[in-house]
């Protein structure tokens, strides 16, 4: 049974940077895909960023591309996403999660395990 532990969120201004992590337990996890996903209050969980199990695959929501990265250290077991020029709009709590093989990537039912999820705050 794989863990996740997501850590770096926190309060910035419009404009500043963050970068998230995810650590996972488990021998498995350079296997996996893994996706960040996020939910601002009162919507809807959404699809931010994957990358594949190597590392040589990523995509990206239309909203922060260009602007987020997404990258993994096998040997460290974790995940990052690193956030530029944030803004206001990207205040949610942020999840990191394990792709279940051969499912879509953008939707949440494709993946079958969840950190307990870091805030990300940004202010204007």
């Known amino acids: 049974q794989a863990q996740l532990v997501e850590s770096g969120g926190g309060l910035v201004q419009a404009g500043g940077s963050l970068r998230l992590s995810c650590a996972a337990s488990?021998?498995?996890?350079?296997?996996?895909?893994m996706g960040w996903f996020r939910q601002a209050p009162g919507k809807e969980r959404e699809f931010v960023a994957r990358?594949?199990?190597?590392?040589?695959?990523?995509y990206y929501a239309d909203s922060v591309k260009g602007r987020f990265t997404i990258s993994r250290d096998n040997a460290k077991n974790t995940v990052y996403l690193q956030m530029n020029s944030l803004k206001p709009e990207d205040t949610a709590v942020y999840y990191c999660?394990?792709?279940?093989?051969?499912?879509?990537?953008?939707?949440?039912?494709?993946?079958?395990?969840w950190g307990q999820g870091t805030q990300v705050t940004v202010s204007s």
């Open positions: 990358i594949s199990w190597s590392g040589g695959t990523t």
């Open positions: 999660a394990r792709q279940i093989s051969g499912t879509a990537y953008y939707t949440e039912d494709g993946y079958d395990y």
């Open positions: 488990g021998r498995t996890f350079s296997r996996y895909a």
